[in-house]
């Protein structure tokens, strides 16, 4: 199990965003992944490997974390960062598939 | 570009079946594994099968094994999901999403479609 904290967070542009991931048991290899998802669209990939930035994401976003905590981090909000993120563990050693229930960052 | 397009949605009476469709193209489909997951307000996001690159091996969660079953065309990029007996907790949107490792599964959604909306009413 995932559990994202918190479940929404109020701030404003220009602010440094911080979302927590955090696993009921331990990440194998820190196969952790973030999705961004706004309203209407797709989940979006940001990060895998807990820590590494998917091509073409901006280096504002920044993930972090080993074993069973792990954060999202955006250094400052932007209009179009505003949106849920959702955290993922995913593996196959055993097959694991599971989503966090997302951490809404809204304007405050 | 990647794309993928999902197709087959609607709205269905408990105990029905219900055939959905994705279609890729700009990437070679054949080396990758391919997985549905869906999404409902409730629940939020839940991957519910996966289809090896071969079509070889398939995998789904508790929740839809037995009653849903994927498949995969090569020659044609796409995939399928076969859903029967669907139930009102089925409602939801349905993905189709590519692993974003090749040749084998275990990797995170690298790409998904926009999907599409499955609605489980009398």
Not at chain 1, 60 to 80: A, P, Y
Not at chain 2, 68 to 80: H, L, Q
Request: aromatic share 12%; proline share 5%; net charge positive.
């Amino acid at each position: 199990v995932l559990t994202q904290s918190p479940g929404t967070l109020s701030l404003s542009p220009g602010d440094r965003a911080t979302l927590s991931c955090r696993a009921s048991q331990s990440v194998t290899n820190n196969y952790l992944a973030w999705y961004q998802q706004k309203p209407g669209q797709p989940p979006r990939q940001l990060i895998y490997g807990a820590s590494n930035r998917v091509a073409g994401i901006p280096d504002k976003f920044s993930g972090s974390g080993s074993g069973t905590d792990f954060t999202l981090t955006i250094s400052r909000l932007e209009s179009e960062d505003f949106a849920v993120y959702y955290c993922q563990h995913y593996g196959n050693s055993p097959l694991v598939y599971t989503f966090g229930q997302g951490t809404k960052v809204e304007i405050k | 570009q990647v794309q993928l397009v999902e197709s087959g949605g609607g709205v269905v009476q408990p105990g029905r079946s219900l055939r959905l469709s994705c279609v890729t193209s700009g990437f070679p489909f054949k080396n990758y594994v391919m997985h549905w997951v869906r999404q409902t307000p409730d629940k939020g996001l839940e991957w519910l099968a996966l289809i090896s690159y071969d079509g070889n091996s398939k995998f789904y969660a508790d929740s839809v094994k037995g009653r849903f079953f994927i498949s995969r065309d090569n020659s044609k990029g796409s995939i399928v999901l076969e859903m029967n007996s669907l139930r009102p907790d089925d409602t939801a949107t349905y993905y189709c999403a590519r692993d974003g490792w090749m040749s084998t599964f275990g990797g995170a959604h690298d790409y998904w479609g926009q999907g599409t909306p499955v609605t489980v009413s009398s």
